[in-house]
């Protein structure tokens, strides 16, 4: 607690997003998670210009009550897809979430994964929004190797598992960063892949995928230190050329 900001509600097992609201403010907005009691439907938000925190959830709560979704953000909406509960079940549900619609219609519905899944890596790429391994529950949580994406330029957009090639290997409990075509990073048009979970294991190896070729790239410099359920954020420096 370095800045002594505390959420209102303490969680785990969260899906963040960096987003920015009707009045231009930079926003990080959270999505369910675990508290002691197990997995929640709230939405915190925290503002770091003014370092000012609040609960959404009376108003604009998750659609579900579940920890460990996937998210990434296109065009400044956030969508929140897959979960767990924390005991017996995964989700496939897509909920889309408009920070700067009005209070109590910021979440519309999105389409369902072809996957059921929790712990899922999120990506996206030129509007594409990679939905990466992950784990089923059976009994077990189960890592996987299924990799979908989603079109959210598509007049009905939809998941699709046949277009995007599936991890080398299972991976769960890791993360992500999606490069545009144009960004200034040579990454630009890949996705990393940060680490490998396999529950209750953790790996240091890390991934590339080239979107437009549609390749994983196994080679790709590995962690320092083996782990899963870590969290990451990609943070630009200079002019691009790291």
């Not at 990454?187 to 995928?209: K, N």
Request: charged letters at 15%.
């Amino acid at each position: 607690n370095y800045l002594g900001i505390e959420m209102p509600y303490p969680v785990s097992n969260y899906t963040i997003a960096r987003l920015t609201d009707g009045s231009g403010r930079e926003v990080f907005a959270i999505f369910g998670g675990r508290d002691n009691a197990g997995p929640t439907n709230r939405v915190q938000l925290f503002y770091p210009q003014t370092l000012t925190v609040s609960d959404i959830t009376v108003t604009d709560e998750y659609p579900e009550t579940i920890s460990a979704a996937g998210v990434a953000v296109v065009d400044n909406k956030a969508y929140v897809f897959g979960g767990y509960d924390g005991a017996s079940t995964v989700i496939a549900s897509t909920h889309i979430f408009d920070i700067t619609a009005a209070s109590g219609s910021r979440w519309t519905p999105g389409p369902d994964l072809n996957l059921a899944r929790g712990y899922i890596a999120a990506a996206a790429v030129d509007g594409v929004i990679y939905a990466i391994g992950g784990d089923t529950y059976s009994g077990s949580l189960a890592e996987q190797t299924i990799v979908e994406k989603l079109d959210t330029t598509d007049a009905s957009p939809a998941w699709n598992d046949v277009d995007a090639a599936n991890l080398p290997f299972a991976c769960d409990q890791t993360q992500a960063f999606g490069f545009d075509s144009d960004a200034a990073y040579r990454f630009a048009g890949s996705i990393i892949v940060a680490g490998c979970g396999q529950h209750p294991d953790e790996y240091a190896y890390s991934l590339a995928y080239d979107t437009a070729a549609n390749t994983w790239n196994e080679s790709f410099p590995d962690l320092n230190q083996a782990r899963r359920n870590h969290a990451g954020a990609f943070i630009p420096e200079g002019e691009g050329i790291g």
